[in-house]
């Protein structure tokens, strides 16, 4: 199965600064099959990018995904006050598919 | 736009099964693959299995060695994931979402079912 390990496990910052959140991969993941997703205490989660860069809709582009093959990254390039939260890499290319164990963006 | 409802929570004793019925609108289920995704208690997500249209079979996490089991009723359009021999460690919310093969990845998600096991 391909594993999914998210780095930092969580990421403090403050409102207005850039987060960069990394995702990488046991074994290539073709870029048409890497999702971003955020998850709020309490909520479902939400699609965030699919296919390693489009963004899902209705997604601010202060979203931006990007990577290839075994190394993948979101950033988020000012954070507003309702983006903290969890954020989930997930790979639909290889069957099992895969989620990371995601990364925590708090208030500094 | 299509919208997932899920049914409501659920209290299980070990070794017992439950099932969690999705129901889907503004789309069918020839349209789109409803997968399913758990979460335990302050856990991440763990990708359970759904419905492989290039293959038109379903396919499954392998921890669960025969104890799940998706189906889809197009008639009423509405997708059901069973779980049998259920252990505390099943206790999870239990999430359906939708997969657009054009797109990839799952959105939207139904709301969730809550499925406890306790003695």
């Known amino acids: 199965e391909t594993v999914l390990t998210q780095s930092p496990a969580t990421l403090s910052l403050s409102p207005g600064e850039r987060a960069t959140l990394s995702c990488r991969a046991s074994?290539?993941?073709?870029?048409?099959?890497l999702g971003w997703y955020q998850q709020k205490h309490g909520q479902a989660p939400r699609l965030l990018i699919y296919?390693?860069?489009s963004r899902a809709a209705g997604v601010p582009d202060r979203f931006r995904g990007s990577g290839s093959g075994t190394d993948f990254t979101l950033t988020i390039s000012r954070l507003e006050p309702e983006d903290f939260a969890v954020y989930y890499c997930?790979?639909?290319?290889?069957?099992?598919?895969?989620f990371g164990q995601g990364t925590r963006v708090e208030i500094k | 736009q299509v919208h997932l409802v899920q049914s409501g929570a659920e209290v299980k004793k070990p070794g017992a099964s439950v099932k969690v019925s999705c129901k889907i609108s503004?789309?069918?289920?020839?349209?789109?693959?409803i997968h399913w995704v758990r979460q335990a208690p302050t856990k991440g997500l763990e990708w359970l299995g759904g419905?492989?249209?290039?293959?038109?079979?379903?396919i499954y996490a392998q921890n669960f060695q025969g104890r799940l089991t998706m189906t889809e009723d197009t008639s009423t359009e509405t997708a059901y994931m069973e779980l049998t021999g259920l252990k505390f460690e099943d206790t999870a919310v239990y999430y359906c979402?939708?997969?657009?093969?054009?797109?990839?990845?799952?959105?939207?998600w139904g709301q969730g079912t809550l499925v406890s096991v306790s003695s």
């Open positions: 979402a939708a997969d657009f093969p054009a797109r990839g990845g799952l959105d939207p």
């Open positions: 503004g789309y069918t289920l020839t349209e789109i693959s």
């Open positions: 419905f492989d249209p290039e293959d038109d079979e379903m």
């Open positions: 074994q290539t993941v073709s870029s048409s099959y």
């Open positions: 296919g390693t860069s």
């Open positions: 997930q790979q639909y290319g290889h069957s099992p598919w895969t």
